[in-house]
């Protein structure tokens, strides 16, 4: 039996990859799970049945027979568990590429989504055009720091892991705003995680709403 | 060989144990291990030394031999998964409970952070007294559905999980604000928290900046 995920219906960014469903589909990919997609209407996501799978009324979430997970950390962790290709087998390299994904979730992607928050649910505030500038040099901070441990290194630690999956795809919200760009090694690091093989199947699925 | 974590030299709560060394701290004394705290101040968090452990410069680390770790959510996963009581048997609980870990820290954290950086950041803003009120229902809306989720039940999934122990964690940087206690059931579930012993020694433990 495949997995199912969840989808938008209709994706907000109009199939720029930017979901959350990208990074499961990608983490997929990687390790060669086919996979089933059932769309959810921004409706329905909100409806008791979603609900019942996603408390938070979001995409996506993940069934596997009677197991449900959401939170996509959570998923890409339990696919990178049970597959090779996405945690080293040395115990110690597997608990620092893990490191990096709760790094990518909890310290590097929450002043993104202030910036994200504050252009799309504050836009029309008064005070945005003066506020937008002290989010982005929050956002700037974590990434010279990210900056200065990933130097000239292609991955975080050693080969890619779920930790660059999830670090990639953090940073990948950033583009729009020119800010990935003032760090070239950042930028590349991105770019090396977009020409994965893995990565175009899942953008590409993720544009065709399909698994 | 006991693990070595790192705490603020001063905390800049004062000791009410919202700093992350204290959701490590209560790992360790869920699962029975004791452990060893160095003390960073603020400026050798910055110094080389502890960026080579800490890449954005903060605390907790975990240190065990020559492993060495960041993030309070991967310290306590990896506590988690050697040690048992923090995790349930049953392969797909577990999962569930390591799902509640990522909601905590990537669903349910980052509102409470932005309404956290909204006043200790921009407290002194023009915008900030017509703003706080939009941080505050932002929050309010993902308390609502982890209300509507939780319910009646003394925890997230069955027993006690690593995943309560990050959620109470997050929920706490709240009580301050007096939003938890519109959730009386929120407000419950972070005493029932709160009560157990090894929140207690934790907090005690965090109070005296000692293990």
Redesign the interface.
Known sequence: MLPTITAFERSPDGGKGLARDTRVRWALEEVGQPYVVRLVSFHAMKEPAH?GLH????IPTYEEG??A???????V??IAERHAGLLPDDA?AR??A??W???A???V??PI??LV?AKI??GD???TA??LP?VAD?VRQ?LG??S??LGDADWLDGTFSAGDLMMVSVLLRLRVSGILDEFPNLAAYVARGEARPAYKQAFAAQRRRLG
Chains 1, 2 share one sequence.
């Open positions: 609900l408390p938070f009324g979001q009677d197991l997970l959401f939170e996509s950390g959570a998923i962790l339990y110690h608990a620092r893990i490191t994904m709760f790094a979730l909890n310290t992607e929450p989504l202030e928050t649910l504050e505030k008064p005070w003066e506020r002290l929050r974590r720091q990210l200065a441990r």
